[in-house]
């Protein structure tokens, strides 16, 4: 009886494995692993009153399908019942997931390649403001072509699911990288800012502003290759009333966002990135963020008001000149920082050769000025004032100042003995 051998109805189908069976004989006939005979001689053991098999445990014995071409189909299967199929990849496995959505690695069926594929939730898809954000991700990176930058392949939508499909790096990012050593030294911190900053040249060049650099976005590979990800609050630079319609709302992570993104600017400009970097860099060789709080509000407070706590308190083995590019990246009024990620790389390249950074410069403070008055033909650079507070005065200083007390009575008593 034709309704008795359809697997839709049989014991092993629809009731027990979850609609599985009901699709695999049909599938695996299709994709010709399994001639109409096979299929027909295994439905009718199952027809058979006694046999409590599935479709699938009598393929596999009749040794009409291997173990792994069923847990191919099983794995694609669950994928498309979970609304994570994209035609043309195959889905591997979950990658991470961040506030927007989620990584998985993926197969690309036609090359044969490995890549990444960033799924936009159901829920959001619903959103045209969402959608668009995840959308102009995907045009802006694929404009974007750099070895330090996250490559861009396609950007789409399936049954109402968007996607973006990309690079995959294997490796981990530069966030994983300070959990597993908390403190990263100062030349590894600065051979990953250089390749940051060749990224963030090349975006910017292009016209575009990431606004979301943060540790998590540095993907790292196993030989040290820095790959800036995520491009999703990119946006060209001429991009008016994109920026409009923005204004007033801060996008970004708050822990290392531009204190001009804080304020909902709409000129946000190559600096907001390298204020992000900045923060990053931060992390990175203290091991914890520049500013913390209660709440996201409260971060952001202190990213626009509180002084920045001199990174050499925290790691005394920072050289001045990193110390002193780190600073200017992270001023708050971004006229003070450094204007281009080229004029950041130079400082940079400078530091990691041991030469003084040439766009950074010491600070003075009044407290330095009071103890430095200079000896006759001392032409001697002012000391810089990222050294921790409370260290005093310097030594220099004091032998400065004796010998100008020194000087002062020899010239005293040579006038008085005339
Ligand atoms: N191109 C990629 N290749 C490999 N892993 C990736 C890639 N892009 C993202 N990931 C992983 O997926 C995670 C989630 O990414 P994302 O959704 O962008 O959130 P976030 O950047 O906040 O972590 C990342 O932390 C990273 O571990
Ligand atoms: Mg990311």
Known sequence: MPSQSNPEVSRSGSSSTGGFDTMLGRHVVKIGLVTEDELEQCRSLIDEASNDDT???????????????????RR????????????????????????????????QKSLQRLVAIKLLPKRFSEDPNYVSRFLSEGQAAAKLNHPNIVQAYDVNNHNGRHYFVMEYVEGNTVYDRIQEVKRLDEQEAIDILIQSSKALQHAHNQGFIHRDIKPKNLMLTEKGQVKVADLGLARGLDDAEAAKKEAGRAYGTP??????????????????????????AYHMVTGHVPFTGKNPNEVMQRHLRTPLTPPDQANPNLSAGFCQVLEMMMEKDATDRYQSAGDLLEDLELIAQGHPPHF?????????????????????PLRQKSKPAGAGVSPLAIGSMVLNGLLLIVLLAVILTR
């Open 55 to 73: 479709l699938a445990d009598l393929l596999l014995e009749q040794n009409f399908l291997t173990q792994r071409q069923l847990d191919r189909i």
């Open 76 to 107: 694609d299967f669950e994928a498309s019942r979970s609304g994570k199929s994209i035609p043309g990849y195959q889905i591997l496995k979950k990658l991470g997931s961040g506030a927007m959505a989620t990584v998985f690695l993926a197969k």
């Open 255 to 280: 822990y290392y966002i531009s204190p001009e993104q804080i304020r909902g600017r709409i000129d946000i400009g190559p600096s907001a990135d390298i204020y992000g970097l900045g923060a990053t």
């Open 360 to 380: 950074a410069r010491p600070k003075l403070d009044l407290a330095d000025l009071a103890v430095q008055i200079p000896a006759p033909g001392d032409d001697a």
